[in-house]
């Protein structure tokens, strides 16, 4: 998946999802550009899991 292909689907996602939600999700990828910039992609490891975590919640349950 490409960059635009990302910010695109990122721009899209923001729109659709909860004020609240869309909130956490700038505060992170800014995180993650700040981390990026200073070469600290390494901390935020334990973030990915989290979001992981988080994805598969809000994942449609199977029945």
Known sequence: MSMDAIAEK???KLSKWK???SR???ALVSQVI???DNDA???MRSR???QEVLDQ???PASR
Request: proline share 5%.
């Open 24 to 26: 956490e999700v700038r």
């Open 48 to 50: 990915a899991v989290e």
């Open 41 to 43: 992609l390494d901390v």
């Open 10 to 12: 990122l721009d899209t």
């Open 57 to 59: 919640l809000d994942e």
């Open 34 to 36: 700040d981390a990026a």
């Open 19 to 21: 004020p609240e939600i």
